[in-house]
């Protein structure tokens, strides 16, 4: 389940949201101060920071800034900040949300649904990507000719579809599938064999 760090100062409040998260299943950790929230994040990958804006030290505009710099990870602040001013400085910061306290339970989970459902499509899109251009280079280390490498790529790109040798034949091939046509079976034979 995706990890969540909490940073705030408000220590009754940090166990409350820990409660809260946990029986939603989240992994949940809290921190009080945003060099600890630094710290932890070297040394653990979370999915999402819950950060106040008033800390000691560090505020949570600046621990926001450090954490758009060294790391990918969303960032919903939770403040008595209610202002226009404050929520605009939290954005610019590198908040993806904003709430002020106090907040609605309810609310909060589902804003963290949706962040946690962002990043994760966005990462299945960048695995996707990284997996598409791997395969492409294998491909070219592969001695197929230009059909059989355009039928792996078709079939690669459609990972996971069922898809209809009559629709393999037009797609790849350009022309209609007949009764008695082997064409597909031999290209598709030949790459099996490399």
């Not at 995706?2 to 940090?14: K, Q």
């Not at 989240?26 to 600890?36: L, Q």
């Not at 492409?136 to 990972?159: F, I, M, R």
């Not at 007949?178 to 290209?187: G, I, K, T, V, Y």
Request: charged share 25%; hydrophobic share 40%; aromatic share 4%.
């Amino acid at each position: 389940m995706s990890r969540v760090l909490i940073v705030d100062d408000d220590v009754p409040l940090c166990e409350l949201l820990e409660a809260v998260l946990q029986e939603e299943g989240y992994t949940v950790s809290s921190v009080h101060c945003g060099e600890s929230a630094l710290q932890y994040m070297e040394k653990t990958p979370v999915d999402l920071v819950l950060l106040d804006v008033m800390l000691p030290n560090l505020n949570g505009m600046q621990v926001a800034r450090r954490i758009c710099q060294r790391f990918a990870t969303p960032i919903l602040m939770l403040t008595a900040l209610n202002d226009e001013n404050s929520m605009l400085d939290g954005y610019q910061a590198g908040a993806d949300q904003y709430i002020g306290k106090p907040f609605n339970v309810p609310e909060l989970l589902m804003r963290i649904k949706a962040i946690l459902r962002r990043v994760g499509l966005e990462r299945q899109r960048q695995a996707m990507c990284c997996t598409v251009q791997s395969i492409s280079d294998q491909l070219n280390s592969l001695p197929l000719t230009g059909t059989e490498a355009e039928l792996l790529c078709y079939l690669v790109k459609n990972q996971g579809v069922v898809i209809s040798k009559a629709e393999l034949q037009t797609e790849v091939l350009k022309k209609e599938l007949s009764p008695f046509d082997r064409n597909l079976d031999m290209h598709i034979s030949n790459i099996r064999r490399k």
